[in-house]
């Protein structure tokens, strides 16, 4: 990685897992047993992210004439919240070449949002077979 | 050879059918001759039963992946296998397995929670689809990511295949049973009346047995006025006031020997489970024992079709399939005998020492050899 290319980012694993289920990015956090659900324009970045693009490489692949700043601007909240959440981390790794990204569909701000589960929080520690609550249902958080 | 075996928790004596695996698989590997070791992600909790004895612990258990870290780190390159138990540690521990390439990773996943979690949300009960979206994610994130998945069913193996077509999946009998030599001169007129053995807090036992008390029990005590259906396991007491009603006899956790007498007591075995996963324990248990099954095809779920699922056991799916079934096993004793033979000869096939051993060996051979093809793959 070149300082002009800026910073690239990968998956915080462990201890997060990502996979993508019919069009939706599902990622966890196994330690927290939080769930992350990224749907539309997101999943695209997301997976550009990943695959260890640049933003401004990601910005350039959707932009139109004198979009770029507003894809950029929403890029980078996107990345600031992906790593507050610990779901993404800066890679350590310099040099490589850097990453094409395929053509993509533009954001708006609100649609690189996503949704986060924290009641999901221990569930998935759990075993689903054996943890139930006689009032509440199966399954159920522990507290 | 090495093995480290990793789970959520320590196995408990006589507890669920996961810990029973877990301790099968445990002391199994260790009967065969590899030094076997155990992680368990978690300190025990004495509250919830007695730990099985005879595991060799790895690391400091009490401390989650960093207690299991420094143990790596001096055997890890040692190691042969790592086997990861059930889905949540193993998606928590495999990073840390990963930087051992020689390491065979398995993981053995009991059931898939999600087609079960899917199944009984469909059924009505209380599940969040979120958590069958996160749970297939997971569990198709470890199916891409180890060597070698294992499941007690060839279904199951079969649809991991499917899901994710670059998995490598098999199935092995999960639990190796003691099969007693059949009961000679059995007086079957002697034995009445059913038995159900599992706890409220499995959800599947929990939706079968009050399925049971309403749609079937009803209407078959029409037939066999005298028929009661014994429940064994733990259930709360505002559930069995919920649930009672003349012929729903509730007794609660038993021990094994209580269990055994039990079992020679009653004419039959009643699971009338309308979803779940896997190969029920209490199915072939029951099969073992000598006593005739009357289940649904989600209770016979896993038994090789092979060997004839109409012939170890009787198969109902609605109230009346059940109904019917329990009446021509209540007053039939040549079925009662038929049934009671071939469930014990296909338990011993499927389930005994050698059976059970036989698996563990080539799914040990299995995973060699997709632990080469990975390092092959990766090396090219």
């Known amino acids: 990685m070149s300082q002009a290319d800026g910073p690239r980012y990968e998956l915080n694993n462990p201890p997060v897992i990502s996979e993508v289920i019919d069009g939706e990015v599902v990622a966890i956090d196994l330690d927290a047993g939080n769930y992350f659900s990224l749907r539309g324009p997101a999943v695209a970045v997301w997976s550009a992210l990943l695959d260890g693009a640049a933003p401004r490489d990601i910005v350039a692949a959707a932009a139109t004439p004198g979009a770029e700043p507003a894809l950029a601007d929403a890029l980078e909240l996107f990345v600031e919240r992906l790593l507050a959440d610990r779901l993404l981390r800066p890679r350590n790794d310099t040099g490589g070449a850097p990453v094409a990204v395929a053509p993509l569909q533009a954001w708006s701000r609100d649609e690189l949002d996503y949704e986060c589960f924290t009641d999901m929080q221990n569930l998935l520690g759990l075993d689903p077979i054996h943890e139930a609550d006689d009032r509440l249902g199966w399954p159920v958080q522990q507290t | 050879m090495r093995i480290l075996i990793v789970d959520g928790g320590v196995p408990l004596r006589g507890a669920d059918g996961g810990s029973g695996a877990v301790a099968d698989l445990a002391l199994g590997l260790a009967r065969l001759g590899p030094d076997v070791f155990f992680y368990p992600d978690g300190r025990p909790d004495p509250a919830a039963g007695e730990p ?86 997971l569990e198709r994130h470890l199916w891409r990511k180890v060597d070698l998945v294992v499941y007690p069913s060839p279904e199951e193996a079969a649809a991991v295949v499917v899901a994710e077509p670059m998995a490598r999946a098999i199935d092995i009998p999960i639990y190796r049973l003691d099969v007693p030599p059949p009961p000679a001169g059995e007086p079957v007129p002697a034995r009445r009346d059913a038995m159900f053995v599992g706890g409220a807090a499995h959800l599947p036992n929990r939706d079968g047995v009050a399925w049971f008390a309403e749609a079937v029990l009803p209407p078959l005590r029409h037939r066999l006025p005298d028929f009661a259906l014994h429940v064994i396991g733990a259930w709360p007491a505002g559930l069995i006031g919920e649930l009672q009603r003349p012929g729903l006899y509730f007794h609660g956790r038993i021990d ?109 051979g299995a995973a060699d050899a997709a632990s080469a093809r990975r390092r092959r793959q990766n090396a090219e």
Request: glycine share 12%; charged share 25%.
């Open chain 2, 52 to 137: 099985i004895t005879g595991l060799t612990l790895a690391g400091e258990p009490s401390k989650g992946p960093s207690g299991l870290e420094p143990w790596l780190q001096r055997h890890g390159p040692s190691l042969d296998h790592a086997i990861l138990s059930r889905p949540g540690p193993a998606g928590k521990y495999l990073p840390y397995l990963t930087r051992f390439p020689k390491l065979s990773r398995i993981f053995f996943g009991h059931d898939i929670h999600h087609h079960r979690l899917r199944d009984a949300r469909a059924h009505g009960l209380p599940v969040e689809s979120l958590l069958v979206r996160g749970m297939e994610a």
């Open chain 2, 256 to 364: 094994d020997l209580a269990l055994e007498m039990r079992m020679k007591a009653v004419r039959m075995a009643v699971f009338p489970l309308r979803f779940g996963g896997g190969v029920k324990r209490k199915v072939v248990a029951a099969l073992a024992q000598g006593l005739p099954v009357v289940t649904s095809p989600v209770g016979l779920q896993g038994l090789d079709p092979g060997a004839g699922r109409g012939a170890v056991a009787l198969s109902a799916h609605s109230a009346d399939d059940y109904a019917d079934a329990i009446a021509r096993l209540a007053s039939d004793d040549d079925l009662w005998r038929r049934l009671a033979r071939s469930g014990q000869d296909f338990a011993r096939d499927h389930y005994g020492h050698q059976a059970y051993d036989d698996g563990l060996r080539h799914m040990l």
